[in-house]
């Protein structure tokens, strides 16, 4: 059960003021950097961190497409600091099945929404 669901609603995305977007966007940045950099560990509050975004991009009705612009941007910047280290980035490709796996979970959230 999503926690949107349970509580007051949150505004949508697309009415929030422009400040409260960024804001909105900054924290969904930040949780999504730590999605991936915790993704091929064996961290253990990987599936709560994962929930947790998805409830926050679901109940504020995040466009998927920002989601994607999101993962291409902290890839882009992962890549950047791989080459100043002087390192390849040929495995930040493999960091597409977290965005897969994001937006298979987004997909369920909407599936049971529209099932209820």
């Known amino acids: 059960?999503?926690?949107?669901?349970?509580?007051?609603?949150?505004?949508v995305f697309q009415q929030m003021t422009q400040v409260d977007q960024r804001v909105l966007l900054?924290?969904?940045?930040?949780?999504?950097?730590?999605i991936l950099i915790d993704y091929f560990t064996t961290d253990k509050t990987l599936k709560e961190k994962i929930d947790?975004?998805?409830?926050t991009v679901f109940c504020a009705n995040i466009p998927v497409p920002q989601i994607i612009e999101i993962h291409m941007e902290l890839?882009?910047?992962?890549?950047?600091?791989?080459?100043?280290?002087?390192?390849?980035?040929?495995?930040?490709l493999d960091y597409r099945l977290t965005l897969i796996d994001i937006l298979a979970?987004?997909?369920?959230?909407?599936r049971c929404a529209i099932s209820k």
């Open 75 to 92: 890839i882009d910047e992962f890549s950047k600091q791989l080459k100043l280290e002087g390192r390849s980035d040929d495995t930040l």
């Open 26 to 34: 900054q924290q969904i940045k930040s949780d999504y950097r730590q």
């Open 1 to 11: 059960m999503f926690a949107c669901q349970q509580q007051k609603p949150q505004q």
């Open 52 to 55: 947790k975004f998805i409830n």
């Open 105 to 110: 979970h987004l997909c369920e959230a909407y």
